[in-house]
Structures are given as C-alpha cells and as structure tokens.
T-cell receptor, first 109, second 115 residues
C-alpha cells in the first residue's frame, strides 16, 4: 500500500512568517499534487509536479518534487490570513489518487 | 477545468433511511470518483464510478451500502443506504478530465448528519 505522510499535521503562525509543509512516501510516484481546501468546499488543485527535482512557483507558494520522486514540499513565503486552510498532498499510483492526511494551516493576523 | 455541481449540500437524515447524492459535471469526463471525508480530516476514496458498468469499490466499501450509478459521462449518483450515525460525514464527488496525472476537480461536498 502506498502511503503519503504529511508533516506537520497542524501549524499556526503569525502573518508574514515563512513556512514549509512536507509530503513523504516510501514509494515512487509518477506525479504529486497539492490541493488546498477551505471549510465547506471541496479541495482545489494548486499544482502538479511530475519531474524529479522540479520546482514550481505560484505567487508566494513554491512547490518542489524530490529528485527520487518520493517526496514533495510546499513553501509559503510571507504567509497571509488568506492562506489559512487544509493543505493536502496527493499522488496517483494508477488512475486513482490517494491523499495524505493533510496539514491544517492557520495564519494569525 | 470542469465545474462540478453536487447536491444536496447538506442533509440531516434518520437512521435506517437512504440518501442519494447527485453529481453533475459541466463537461464530459473520463473518470468520476466518490470520496468520504470526516470533518477536519483527509479524503478516503469510496469508489470509482464507471460509465456503463458497475462501480469499482475500495477496500471497506461495498455496493449494497454505497450503490453508485453513472449513466453517462457527465452525471453520477452515490446512495448511502440504511444509514447509521457512523455514516455522518462529508461526501465528495470528483472528476478528472485527463486522468489522475492531471489532478481532480471536486464538488463542494454533501455534509450528511445521521440522527
């Protein structure tokens, strides 16, 4: 069974600080995705990383895929209250996606 | 990306009854899925809804409890049968335009409370 471990599970920081969320697995994935979910809504896809070592930027968010394609990280620079939410990493071993347990992020104004 | 409409958005149901959740996609999609999510937690895949054939269920989920229909490439339903309080959860429909590789689009979810 392929599992995705996310850390930390919870993170509460002050506005303006930087943070990194990690997603790790013992298995190789052809791609990894990051989603953000807000209360009362479904997850929204932020990015897909497909190449080992790949780095993608989405405004203040930087996503990296590990060289061995077993792990990924999400770095947020100068966090804003609007970044608050549940961040989920997901991988697609076949045609279905499996999700990590998520990181609940709370940015304090 | 596809837009998914899911209804109802929430419901409170009596134990022993059944609820059918509908999922409508605004374009034809190759794959549709149903997930369950406990409040504040991650998503667990219930099944893959296959167009024109029986759904493919994940371990721990069975057709008698969660019958699924997918009559065409834009619509699917999930029924939660003979409900108990343990079925209280958020149920989410999702769809993929180009396979899991490209990510999924999700509906807003159905928050089910069984009393």
């Amino acid at each position: 069974t392929q599992l995705l471990e996310q850390s930390p599970q919870f993170l509460s920081i002050q506005e303006g600080e930087n943070l990194t969320v990690y997603c790790n697995s013992s298995s190789v994935f052809s791609s990894l995705q990051w989603y953000r979910q807000e209360p009362g809504e479904g997850p929204v896809l932020l990015v897909t990383v497909v190449t080992g070592g790949e780095v993608k930027k989405l405004k203040r968010l930087t996503f990296q895929f590990g060289d061995a394609r077993k792990d990924s990280s999400l770095h947020i620079t100068a966090a804003q209250p609007g970044d608050t939410g549940l961040y989920l990493c997901a991988g697609a071993p076949y045609d279905k996606i499996i999700f990590g347990k998520g990181t609940r992020l709370h940015i304090l104004p | 990306s596809a837009v998914i409409s899911q209804k109802p958005s929430r419901d409170i149901c009596q134990r022993g009854t059944s609820l059918t959740i509908q999922c409508q996609v605004d374009s034809q999609v190759t794959m549709m899925f149903w997930y369950r999510q406990q409040p504040g937690q991650s998503l667990t895949l219930i099944a893959t809804a296959n167009q024109g054939s029986e759904a493919t269920y994940e371990s721990g989920f069975v057709i008698d409890k969660f019958p699924i229909s997918r009559p065409n490439l834009t619509f699917s339903t999930l029924t939660v049968s003979n409900m108990s309080p343990e079925d209280s959860s958020i149920y989410l429909c999702s769809a993929s335009l180009g396979g899991a590789y490209y990510g999924y689009t999700f509906g807003s979810g159905t928050r089910l409370t069984v009393v």
